[in-house]
């Protein structure tokens, strides 16, 4: 189990200028829905912007404190278009 905070500290670790909006899907801590606004996604591909998090999230998913990941993630100007 992780707390939401602990979730959304391991993100801006990786990516410190990311916004961050974490989401207990269940109450269990186990299970997240995840979206993250950074700058340093602009120019790549959803893949590799989902494996920047993932980086982050690493420790706490090989050790299945994070069991499940719903993953959205967007540049601050694909955001703005989202909402």
Not at 9 to 21: F, R, S, Y
């Amino acid at each position: 189990m992780i707390s939401p905070v602990k979730v959304e500290e391991m993100i801006k670790a990786e990516l410190p200028d990311a916004q961050v909006q974490v989401q207990d899907l269940t109450g269990g801590g186990d299970h997240y829905q995840v979206t993250v606004v950074s700058e340093q996604f602009a120019g790549k591909r959803l893949v590799q912007q989902h494996q920047l998090v993932y980086r982050a999230l690493q420790e706490a998913m090989s050790t299945e404190a994070i069991h499940a990941l719903a993953l959205k993630t967007y540049t601050p100007e694909t955001w703005q278009n989202a909402e």
